[in-house]
């Protein structure tokens, strides 16, 4: 970065994607009768519905992220060393979502052609960061400098919250009712959650006032309040043990999601199989729960700013503090009253209503759409939410048991139109979710995935004219 404050205000932004571990985002195989254990991520009616007697993802990860301000300067593929990560100048407000998964080892297997069970384990995270509208110049290299560029910006507002939590999936679903034409299947998932990092930071409506003295200008605050807090497996000691001590410190809970899927036939199908449907409609409820985390020693509500204190003495108080007792106690003399965060701290999973349609073109042509709706937003002041990107998407796609492209259209939550693609060549599936990542001074929007899977023990479990091109 150019200057101290550019530094300064950019690891505050993403200091929560520092400490997240790396959901479900897998978007080319939305709908796929080949997503194997992968599937249930997005509809657990899926697993039953699978091209796969047996399937073992070995590992998988995805990342996705939607901003309007961070942005990759001097940044090309031929140009890489050059690049600096900055902001985009101008009065405007910011917000960076994104979430990581990493899927450690997940199983499906087909008791028959009426009953499926998968089971897998995830690491998962999401980060929420947005402010209200503000100023910002490329020449700002302090608080001052700041408050300065924002002298008629009302007050100062925004949230950082993050999740991060381990995941057991024990998954079963089963065919409800078949005939010739037509198949209806459900499905459940239990999710056992350990929730390992947790962390939050608001900031509600501070605002200042500005006094000249001579060529100087310095600011007093009038009004605001705030809350921060972070788990309290944190402040373990490092050392021999650490580890074990930190994930012993969680607390566990339960969260589940569930899903139905009904596919459709046409007259002239000789067997009702995974793969040669003409429509397969998909209705999920996923995500549904929240985690909870004890909150540190040193987590606190702060309310109604002291009058008398200027900018450069809170700049030099929290600008000094090297722990977080510090900045504690640094904000308890910035505030005329604080509380300790005590209770438990919940912060609601991302739960939503999925709605996915595939059609079977032509052969290995397929068209998918899904409309995602968010049950929670982000931006409640009082509620710790989490939420996904996914709004609507397009997916065509050519694919077979071990060749795939795809290439998802999506319209999502924060009104951007991402174009990604993706492949599979045999048991790896590499995808991005936005190409425009891979230009020229890029924003952060978008991000990839990739999945390794085998198909292990038995003969395919479905055969078809279909699959005539292995």
Request: proline share 3%.
């Amino acid at each position: 970065m150019k200057t101290k404050f550019n530094r300064y205000f950019l690891v505050i932004l993403f200091a929560f994607y520092s400490v997240s571990l790396t959901a479900q985002g897998y978007q080319a195989l939305h709908g796929s009768p080949f997503a194997g254990s992968a599937g249930i991520f997005n509809n657990p009616a899926a697993s039953v519905q699978s091209a796969y007697k047996w399937d073992f993802t070995l590992f998988s990860t995805q990342l996705k992220m939607s901003s309007n301000a961070p942005y990759i300067k001097n940044f090309s593929l031929k140009n890489r060393d050059s690049a600096e990560l900055t902001l985009k100048e101008g009065f405007a407000g910011r917000f960076l979502h994104m979430n990581i998964d990493m899927s450690l080892f997940n199983a499906l297997y087909k008791i028959d052609n009426r009953r499926a069970v998968s089971f897998g384990i995830r690491a998962r995270s999401y980060n929420h960061i947005k402010t209200m509208p503000f100023n910002y110049v490329d020449s700002i290299s302090s608080f001052n400098s700041f408050l300065i560029a924002n002298l008629n910006t009302p007050y100062v507002e925004g949230f950082i919250t993050h999740s991060g939590w381990l995941e057991a999936d024990l998954n079963y679903s089963q065919v409800l009712l078949e005939t010739n034409t037509s198949k209806l299947s459900a499905g459940i998932t239990l999710q056992i959650m350990k929730g390992i990092s947790g962390a939050f930071l608001k900031l509600n409506k501070l605002s200042y006032l500005s006094s000249k003295n001579f060529s100087d200008t310095s600011f007093t605050f009038t009004n605001g309040s705030g809350s921060l807090g972070y788990s309290d497996n944190y402040d373990v000691d490092p050392g021999s043990g650490a580890i074990k001590e930190f994930l012993k410190n969680t607390i566990t809970r339960f969260g589940w999601s569930m899903g139905v899927e009904y596919l459709t036939y046409t007259d002239e199908t000789d067997e009702n199989s995974p793969i040669n449907y003409d429509w397969k409609i998909g209705v999920s409820l996923m995500d549904i729960g929240s985690n909870t985390f004890k909150p540190s020693a040193y987590s606190l509500q702060f309310y109604n700013p002291k009058s008398t204190i200027a900018d450069n003495s809170v700049d030099n108080k929290l600008s000094g503090a090297n722990s977080m007792k510090a900045v504690k106690d640094s904000l308890r003399t910035i505030f005329t009253s604080s509380s300790d965060i005590t209770d438990n701290v919940g912060i609601s999973n991302p739960t939503r209503l999925i709605i996915n349609i595939d059609k079977h073109l032509t052969h290995h042509f397929y068209l998918n759409g899904e409309l995602s709706m968010n049950f929670f937003s982000t931006s409640n002041y009082t509620k710790l939410r989490t939420r996904e990107l996914n709004l609507l998407t397009i997916t065509p796609r050519w694919e077979t048991f071990g060749w795939g492209a795809y290439l998802p259209v999506q319209y999502n939550t924060q009104g951007q139109v991402w174009v990604g693609a993706a492949i599979k060549m045999g048991p790896l599936v590499l995808g991005f979710h936005n190409l425009g990542l891979l230009g020229k001074n890029p924003t952060l929007n978008g991000g990839g995935y990739l999945l390794l899977s085998i198909h292990p023990f038995s003969k395919r479990n479905v055969l078809s004219k279909m699959d005539c091109l292995q």
